[in-house]
């Protein structure tokens, strides 16, 4: 293996995925996700090779010669992380390897600026797993909109709030017809386990969609991180659903219908008195009766029903 002159090769081992003093944020749901993902991988005794954009998810690494990441780990540019773990899963595949091989991207990186690599990769159904942690904004560039950001939220680009709906991204990659795509939650570790599980045991391109709550950019405490993820799923601003082939739906969690004024206040990125609350619960409401119709017209089949 080369190496510079007097720099020892990095070491790399499969026992911690997200080694212990990496450069996260506290409460930073991206850690949490990397962590839980770690853990999933060691119980399905399998392995992965992360090809990761310009986010926050490549700044954790550190700075060379160290890492704080234990598998190995490809910088690619803004827009190509896709492109780029599909040739890795080629040769991967090629020279019958073992391991997923995983992109782990922002919002920014997925929704906006990675997504022609993304639609071309799920098109030709590449074998890879892409995994994007969703915090609502560029939040490695200090804190700009993104087309993943909800209305209403102040951004460094938006500071009167966002006026424009939040990017679907899950009806698009479902209309994509790849094999797999679900929304995760960290405040639903087992829920999130399963799914990566599944995601594991197949072929083809897999899209899993976190929530990922931002400390630095909600301007929320890092103590809430995991709680606000649980309030947006009870309040049904975050729903948590799986798609198989773009064909057939399931859905995880019913929501209870928390009042979302808990989750708007705790995050000083939404100003009081400026969340409509009536529109927002309506349109909640509206995109949950639409999975509801989906998942009983054409629901998801175990081969044992």
């Known amino acids: 293996?080369?190496?510079?002159?007097?720099?020892?090769?990095?070491?790399?081992?499969?026992?911690?995925?997200?080694?212990?003093?990496?450069?996260?944020?506290?409460?930073?749901?991206?850690?949490?996700?990397?962590?839980?993902?770690?853990?999933?991988?060691?119980?399905?005794?399998?392995?992965?090779?992360?090809?990761?954009?310009?986010?926050?998810?490549?700044?954790?690494?550190g700075a060379f010669p160290t890492t704080s990441y234990g598998v190995p780990t490809v910088a690619t540019t803004f827009a190509s992380a896709a492109a780029v773990a599909a040739g890795i899963a080629t040769i991967r595949d090629l020279n019958e390897e073992r391991g997923q091989v995983i992109c782990w991207a922002g919002d920014g990186g997925t929704y906006d600026i990675g997504i022609a690599t993304l639609s071309a990769a799920a098109e030709r159904n590449e074998n890879i797993i892409y995994i994007c942690y969703d915090?609502?904004?560029?939040?490695?560039?200090?804190?700009?909109?993104?087309?993943?950001?909800?209305?209403?939220a102040r951004t460094t680009t938006t500071p009167g709030g966002k006026s424009e709906d939040k990017k679907d991204i899950m009806a698009i990659m479902a209309a994509h017809q790849i094999p797999y795509a679900a929304t995760l939650s960290i405040a639903h570790p087992e829920d999130f386990a399963r799914k990566l599980r599944t995601a594991f045991s197949i072929s083809g391109t897999r899209f899993l969609l976190m929530h990922s709550p931002c400390p630095t950019g909600w301007k929320s405490e890092p103590a809430d991180s995991v709680e606000l993820v649980r309030l947006a799923v009870a309040s049904g601003l975050f729903s948590l659903y799986e798609v198989w082939n773009g064909r057939a739906w399931r859905i995880n969690v019913e929501p209870d219908w928390?009042?979302?004024?808990?989750?708007?206040?705790?995050?000083?990125?939404?100003?009081?008195?400026?969340?409509?609350?009536?529109?927002?619960?309506?349109?909640?409401?509206?995109r949950f009766q639409r999975l509801e119709v989906l998942a009983r017209e054409f629901p998801y089949k175990t081969k044992e029903g």
Not at 135 to 152: F, K, L
């Open 1 to 61: 293996m080369p190496t510079l002159e007097g720099v020892p090769p990095i070491p790399c081992t499969e026992e911690c995925l997200l080694r212990p003093g990496n450069t996260n944020c506290g409460g930073c749901g991206m850690g949490v996700g990397l962590t839980m993902l770690g853990r999933a991988l060691a119980e399905a005794g399998d392995t992965c090779t992360l090809a990761i954009p310009a986010c926050c998810g490549i700044v954790t690494a």
């Open 135 to 152: 915090n609502e904004i560029y939040g490695n560039t200090g804190g700009q909109r993104s087309s993943a950001t909800p209305p209403g």
């Open 258 to 286: 928390t009042d979302p004024m808990e989750y708007f206040k705790r995050q000083r990125r939404f100003r009081d008195g400026e969340i409509d609350l009536q529109a927002t619960e309506r349109a909640s409401r509206d």
